[in-house]
Nanobody, 128 residues
Framework: QVQLVESGGGLVQAGGSLRLSCVVS????????MGWFRQASGKERTFVGA????????FNSDSAKGRFTIVRDISMDTVYLQMNSLEPEDTAVYYC?????????????????????WGQGTQVTVSS
C-alpha cells in the first residue's frame, strides 16, 4: 500500500514563505516522479511542479517558476515544496502525488493522469 501525507500548510501573509512536506510510505520516492498540484476553491486542479527520478525538477511556468522549488530527502521518504514570495493567488489546497514507477516524460509531468497515488492535501492561505 502506497500512502502520501502532506503537511506544512497554513496562513501566511503575501510575500512570505512556506515549506510543504510529503511523506511517502510503501514506495521509494526515487523510483517515481513526485508531483505537486493545487486546487483553489471552485477551480480545477492545476500543476505546480514535479521532481523526476533523477532529481531534476520542472514547474508550471505561469506562476511557480522562479518562486517555488522542490527537493527530496530520500532517506526520509519525503519530498518538499518550498514556496517563496507567496501571493494571494497561491491560496489553494496543495496535493502531492506519485507516478507509477519508471520513466515519465517532462511533458507528462503536469498531467493528473500520470499519477497513481495522491495525498489528502494541505491548505495554504495567503492573505493580502
Amino acid at each position: 500500500q502506497v500512502q502520501l501525507v502532506e503537511s506544512g500548510g497554513g496562513l501566511v501573509q503575501a510575500g512570505g514563505s512556506l515549506r510543504l512536506s510529503c511523506v511517502v510510505s510503501g514506495r521509494t520516492i526515487s523510483t517515481s516522479t513526485m508531483g505537486w498540484f493545487r486546487q483553489a476553491s471552485g477551480k480545477e486542479r492545476t500543476f505546480v511542479g514535479a521532481i523526476a527520478r533523477t532529481g531534476g525538477t520542472t514547474f508550471n511556468s505561469d506562476s511557480a517558476k522562479g518562486r517555488f522549488t522542490i527537493v527530496r530527502d530520500i532517506s526520509m521518504d519525503t519530498v518538499y515544496l518550498q514556496m517563496n514570495s507567496l501571493e494571494p493567488e497561491d491560496t489553494a489546497v496543495y496535493y502531492c502525488a506519485t507516478s507509477r514507477p519508471g520513466y515519465v516524460a517532462r511533458q507528462a509531468m503536469g498531467v493528473t493522469t500520470t499519477y497513481e497515488y495522491w495525498g489528502q492535501g494541505t491548505q495554504v492561505t495567503v492573505s493580502s
